[in-house]
């Protein structure tokens, strides 16, 4: 004897189901397509961010070791031009009166400020020095001790400012007072 076939009955599935598989397949796929999208735009802003501070601080690193190459300059007390800058030397500002410096243009320029050897990936950094006037030397001290030099209580106060750029444009702009006995 041989087994009858079976036979499978389906159910009958009502016309507005059909294919409703296929539609929430379909929006799931969607929606985990635009999270993706949203984590992968912020991946990118979150490295540029990461780049643009690396760049920075390397501009500031360039800035640091072109003030300290100013320093030198204004040690060997620079001759001053009678007005504006010349060659990283400038002379004193009027009181009330922007600083040369701080044209728009002033570091795009060539003439007025020095340019630096000091170079990191690219970026080179320019100072000037100001005559800042003569001031007390913060180098006197009160001592007792009868045998020591005289101090000069005066002393050659210059304004030194440095400027360094990257090519993305992170820009620094640093600032000191050097005082030369």
Same mark, same amino acid.
């Given at each position: 004897?041989r087994?009858?076939?079976?036979?499978?009955?389906?159910?009958?599935?009502?016309?507005?189901q &059909?294919?409703?598989?296929?539609?929430?397949?379909?929006?799931?796929?969607?929606?985990?397509?635009?999270?993706?999208?949203?984590?992968?735009?912020?991946?990118?802003?979150?490295?540029?961010?990461?780049?643009?501070?690396?760049?920075?601080?390397?501009?500031?690193?360039? =800035?640091?070791?072109?003030?300290?190459?100013?320093?030198?300059? =204004?040690?060997?007390?620079?001759?001053?031009p @009678?007005?504006?800058?010349?060659?990283?030397?400038?002379a &004193?500002?009027?009181?009330?009166?922007?600083?040369?410096?701080?044209? @728009?243009?002033?570091?795009d320029?060539?003439?007025?400020y020095?340019?630096?050897?000091?170079?990191? @990936?690219?970026?080179?950094?320019?100072?000037?020095?100001?005559?800042?006037g003569?001031?007390?030397s913060?180098?006197?001290?009160?001592?007792?001790?009868? #045998?020591? @030099?005289?101090?000069?209580?005066? =002393?050659?106060? +210059? &304004?030194?400012?440095?400027?360094?750029q990257a090519a993305?444009?992170?820009?620094?702009?640093?600032? #000191?007072? +050097?005082?030369?006995?």
């Amino acid at each position: 004897m041989r087994n009858p076939p079976k036979i499978r009955i389906q159910p009958r599935l009502p016309a507005q189901q &059909r294919g409703a598989a296929l539609v929430v397949v379909l929006m799931l796929l969607l929606i985990v397509t635009l999270l993706g999208l949203a984590s992968m735009r912020g991946a990118i802003l979150q490295e540029r961010m990461a780049a643009n501070t690396v760049t920075r601080a390397q501009a500031f690193q360039v =800035a640091e070791a072109v003030l300290r190459e100013a320093e030198r300059f =204004a040690a060997g007390k620079p001759a001053l031009p @009678d007005e504006g800058c010349e060659n990283g030397a400038c002379a &004193r500002t009027v009181a009330g009166e922007e600083p040369a410096w701080a044209a @728009d243009d002033f570091w795009d320029e060539a003439g007025g400020y020095q340019l630096t050897e000091e170079e990191l @990936d690219g970026i080179r950094g320019q100072f000037v020095v100001e005559d800042f006037g003569r001031g007390v030397s913060s180098s006197c001290t009160n001592t007792l001790d009868m #045998s020591a @030099d005289e101090c000069v209580s005066q =002393a050659q106060v +210059y &304004r030194i400012t440095v400027h360094s750029q990257a090519a993305n444009g992170a820009e620094v702009l640093l600032q #000191s007072l +050097y005082e030369v006995q």
